[in-house]
């Protein structure tokens, strides 16, 4: 059993709602809508929401993982690897951690510059973020939280505006339902994963968690929020774009905020992608401090010091990614990576685990009978 985190340090179990939620709604949800349809067509609502299912299904692993090992990832990975192999695989955790928050960072920054400042540079606003990053976690994990929960709260305002598009909606575009071969539906809930991905950093703050064994339903609530929200937004989009739009539009969510006219603002999409900075920021900085945590427990490194590095490979991948196609093949790397690790590793934990404590237990019983 690892040492417990000091009372002051913990956060109330409901907080997990906005975690899970928070970490899933980001700079995804901008244009998901795009990779779903190549796959699934029309029914790509239903793609997404087999994907939230398998989320919820995955959440309910993570618990059982958490609770046998009454600790967080490093200590599943010691559990069941040893110390070398399981800090070798955490130190790979670390990395993907990295590589998150270094796609919503890279990915909002493009529409920034696609939308409002073309002529922007990438380092610029790469490296203001690194320091904003750098304040927002060194304040701690309670700090960290305080912003998701911002994140959640603040973007809902804008929520009903993208029900507006209804307006022009042709419903009979979905119908008849399921044309799609179960394969083609697998295929399309494959390619929402990185859109679902974040919430697999329960594994690390787990255990600053008050109650954490009764916090698994807000998980879940938060992951239902998030499954409900994408569903409606496929719905939306499907009533409002044909298929061969979808096919082309990059960022079919925020291209539905050029629907709403206000008499005093023409590019009602500027607000959207102004307000949506607080969807991703709390993304990137739960990531990171994730990547500096692990490197923390796993190593016994100052987290600060950690995050420094963390940053800076950050900063560093981002300006590495000058166009847009550099910044697809990322981000489809990094999807296709959480992918495996969230949907494909962690039941094969919950697998490895199982047979590690029975061995242990058969051990420890023949040892007692001797």
Not at 26 to 55: E, M, N, P
Not at 321 to 339: A, D, K, N, Y
């Amino acid at each position: 059993m690892d040492k417990p985190i000091k009372e002051q340090y913990l956060v109330s179990g409901f907080l997990t709602f906005f975690l899970i939620h928070g970490m899933q709604v980001g700079v995804g949800v901008l244009g998901f809508q795009r990779t779903v349809v190549k796959s699934a067509g029309y029914d790509g609502w239903i793609s997404v929401l087999i994907a939230g299912a398998v989320v919820h299904l995955i959440i309910a692993c993570m618990y059982i993982l958490l609770k046998r090992a009454d600790g967080d990832l490093i200590t599943i990975h010691r559990q069941i690897f040893g110390k070398w192999v399981g800090n070798a695989l955490s130190l790979l955790v670390c990395f993907y951690f990295v590589a998150l928050a270094t796609t919503v960072l890279r990915a909002y920054i493009e529409i920034v510059q696609v939308w409002m400042f073309p002529d922007l540079p990438t380092w610029s606003i790469a490296i203001v973020a690194g320091f904003f990053f750098y304040y927002v976690v060194t304040g701690g994990f309670r700090t960290v939280v305080g912003l998701m929960f911002l994140g959640v709260v603040i973007p809902i305002v804008i929520s009903p505006i993208l029900l507006l598009p209804l307006e022009f909606a042709n419903f009979i575009n979905m119908l008849p339902i399921l044309k799609h071969s179960l394969k083609e539906l697998a295929l399309g809930a494959k390619d929402t994963s990185l859109s679902y991905l974040g919430f697999e950093l329960l594994l690390l703050y787990y255990p600053f968690l008050k109650k954490r064994e009764l916090s698994q339903k807000w998980a879940q609530f938060g992951a239902a929020a998030t499954n409900i929200s994408y569903t409606a937004l496929m719905f939306v989009s499907l009533a409002f774009y044909s298929e061969e739009q979808l096919n082309k539009t990059i960022w079919a969510t925020l291209t539905l905020f050029k629907v709403v006219q206000l008499p005093f603002l023409e590019r009602f999409e500027y607000v959207g992608i102004s307000l949506w900075m607080f969807f991703i920021a709390p993304n990137i900085a739960l990531a990171l401090w994730g990547a500096s945590r692990c490197a923390k427990r796993a190593f016994s490194v100052n987290q600060r010091l950690a995050l420094g590095v963390a940053i800076v490979i950050m900063v560093t991948i981002v300006m590495l990614l000058p166009t847009r196609q550099e910044v697809s093949v990322f981000s489809e790397w990094i999807g296709e990576i959480g992918f495996y690790m969230v949907f494909v590793y962690i039941p094969l934990l919950v697998i490895l685990q199982a047979i590690t404590l029975k061995v242990r237990r058969r051990n420890h019983e023949h040892a007692t009978n001797l």
